[in-house]
């Protein structure tokens, strides 16, 4: 039972280019979401989802697209990448948006130059 | 938005020695959650809160739900340096929304 996996783990980026995040989780839950993690201001939530088919915006969500096709994937795409998205972004899963036990990704690092 | 307020934002202690920190907000929750994340990891659930008034223990870990449900606390028992990481408070349905955390060192 892996949980939630994340890839990559680091990734370094040119300002402009674009990427996707990869977000997978193997426990059948219905609620997914990404956060960014800077320092001193903790997580804030990019987008989230509370099923299949359904996405919604979060803190921040500018420059950031989701989609969610399937109950276990939650790519996050970043479309033109700027220094200012650099950060570590963690992509999290919980069994429903009431049972808001979160279980974490292990992160990926971005670097954008 | 539901904003959670952490404090301290950084906490160094020696080992032996009891602490408190706090997660505060103007706005009522349904529930609140405390996680400790380490260097390099993802946050992990420590525990929920649910109802005003609610004490909880982990161990050496006391979590309390304030009585209005729009504060939380957590205290630490006789620390280890086992217990060095960020304690971050959550809260929130759909969006869940976390506090900027504070910064524990435990010194051996």
């Known amino acids: 039972n892996a949980g939630v996996t994340q890839t990559p783990k680091f990734q370094v980026l040119k300002t402009g280019q674009s990427m996707t995040l990869q977000c997978a989780q193997d426990?059948?839950?219905?609620?997914m979401s990404w956060y960014r993690q800077d320092p001193g201001m903790g997580l804030r939530l990019i987008h989230y989802?509370?099923?299949?088919?359904?996405?919604d915006q979060g803190e921040v969500p500018n420059g950031y697209n989701v989609s969610r096709s399937t109950t276990e994937d939650f790519p996050l795409r970043l479309l033109s990448a700027a220094p200012s998205q650099t950060s570590v972004y963690f992509c999290?899963?919980?069994?429903?948006?009431?049972?808001?036990?979160?279980?974490f990704g292990q992160g990926t690092r971005l670097t954008v130059v | 938005t539901q904003l959670l307020e952490q404090s301290p934002q950084f906490l160094s202690i020696q080992e032996g020695e009891n602490l408190t920190v706090y997660c505060n907000s103007s706005?009522?929750?349904?529930?609140l959650q405390w996680y400790r994340q380490e260097p390099g990891e993802g946050p992990v659930l420590l525990v929920t809160?649910?109802?005003?008034?609610e004490v909880k223990k982990l161990k050496r870990l006391t979590f309390q739900f304030g009585d209005a449900r729009k504060d939380s606390s957590l205290h630490i028992t006789a620390a280890q340096p086992g217990d060095t990481g960020l304690y971050l408070c959550?809260?929130?349905?759909?969006?869940?929304?976390f506090g900027a955390g504070t910064r524990l060192t435990v010194k051996p």
């Open positions: 999290a899963s919980s069994y429903s948006e009431l049972n808001t036990e979160a279980f």
């Open positions: 426990m059948n839950h219905e609620y």
């Open positions: 989802s509370v099923g299949a088919g359904i996405t």
């Open positions: 706005s009522v929750f349904s529930s």
């Open positions: 809160v649910v109802t005003g008034g």
């Open positions: 959550a809260g929130g349905d759909n969006d869940m929304r």
